[in-house]
């Protein structure tokens, strides 16, 4: 079995602290923490399983990396601390380690991320003969293995469209919604997310993946984006008011262009409430959230994945996806030879060895 480094326990943590323990190739060898009031607390209580695992949370990284662990799910935020989540892996791939992460979205396609980030991770890997896969879901699985499977089921293709439908008071991360975002700031307000090019920094990779693997040659990458308030006053099951007249949904477009036309395209369709721009694309089901890949051509092929975690929250189904893929691709990586690895490199292995057990 594989000793494995599960490094933080929020909403991606405790899914991959589930998902190791489930691994029959796996063993949970620590769970690293950065909350000092987790220190000592068993995994499996972190996990929501309701039953211990007989591992305890540290915030010791020094002795945890000296225990030479052979794989580490990364699992700490990188969204409002890139540098810092760069430098934590730089330190395990050191170590020889297999680094599974959703938290550099720059890496999700190392071929064109900038060398400032990518010159690191490969000195580190060079140096410790480590791995790094990064992957998630979208960006992740529902734009890029996906749509590529579907692609592959075509006779002609004419476009590819991918889509999260998403409300986002669902998402565990109020200050991610509110201030990145900009749900419940007024329309004045220019969201960070939105800011000219970052979009593209976030989910280009994605489209030049698909790109790469379609043999298609882009043109360029083109951003679009549009923002709705909400018409009256809202309260939230999890993160409270939304004002009336604030933003209360966006949808914005990363776009690739090919001959002229954007045949590439990943689409975000965020509410913060379902009475907000009804006009725009919803979940077929009115839930509250939905991947979709969208293949026009001869068959036009249409995919909705809902996924549910966590009593049923759709937010926490998309992180548990996230991270069946990460964890599940642990074993390959540490066949492989040591690398940077993306989504075309590390096959979707079948759940071998799990079908009907059970867990709390």
């Known amino acids: 079995m594989i000793p494995t480094v599960v490094w933080g326990t929020g909403n991606v943590g405790r899914a991959a602290l589930r998902a190791v323990e489930a691994d029959p190739g796996l063993s ?57 989540a760069l430098a934590d892996i730089v330190r395990v791939l ?87 975002v900009g749900m419940g700031h007024p329309m004045e307000y220019a969201p960070p997310m939105l800011a000219a090019t970052v979009p593209t920094t976030l989910w280009g990779g994605q489209v030049r993946l698909m790109a790469r693997a379609l043999g298609a040659e882009l043109d360029g990458l083109r951003e679009t984006s549009d923002r709705r308030p909400l018409e009256s006053t809202v309260t939230t099951r999890s993160m409270g008011t939304f004002e009336a007249g604030t933003q209360g949904a966006v949808r914005f477009e990363v776009q690739g262009i090919v001959g002229g036309e954007p045949l590439l395209v990943v689409e975000h369709i965020t509410r913060i409430h379902p009475s907000c721009a009804r006009d725009w694309p919803l979940p077929p089901d009115g839930g509250d959230g939905a991947h979709r890949v969208i293949v ?28 069946g893929r990460l964890v599940g691709a642990i074993g390959w990586l540490a066949e492989a030879e040591p690398g940077l690895y993306d989504a075309l490199d590390v096959p979707v292995r079948p759940a071998v060895g799990k079908l009907g057990r059970k867990q709390s």
């Open 28 to 84: 949970l060898a620590a769970v690293l923490v950065h909350d000092a009031g987790k220190v000592g607390a068993d995994a499996g209580r972190l996990a929501g399983l309701g039953r211990d695992l007989g591992v305890a949370a540290t915030d010791d990284v020094d002795a945890t990396l000296a225990a030479r662990p052979r794989a580490v799910v990364y699992a700490a935020s990188g969204d409002l601390r890139p540098a810092e």
């Open 94 to 180: 050191r170590t020889g380690a297999v680094v599974v992460t959703p938290s550099l979205h720059t890496l999700y396609d190392p071929h064109s991320a900038p060398s400032e980030l990518r010159d690191p991770v490969l000195a580190a890997i060079a140096e410790g003969g480590g791995s790094l896969f990064v992957s998630g879901v979208d960006p992740g699985w529902a734009n890029d293995v996906l749509p590529l499977l579907l692609s592959g089921l075509g006779t002609t293709v004419d476009a590819i469209r991918c889509q999260e439908i998403f409300d986002y008071s669902t998402y565990d991360q109020p200050e991610a919604v509110r201030d990145l």
């Open 296 to 323: 026009e051509g001869r068959p036009r092929i249409e995919v909705t994945v809902e996924a549910t975690d966590e009593g049923g929250n759709r937010s926490a189904g998309g992180n548990a996806t996230a991270v």
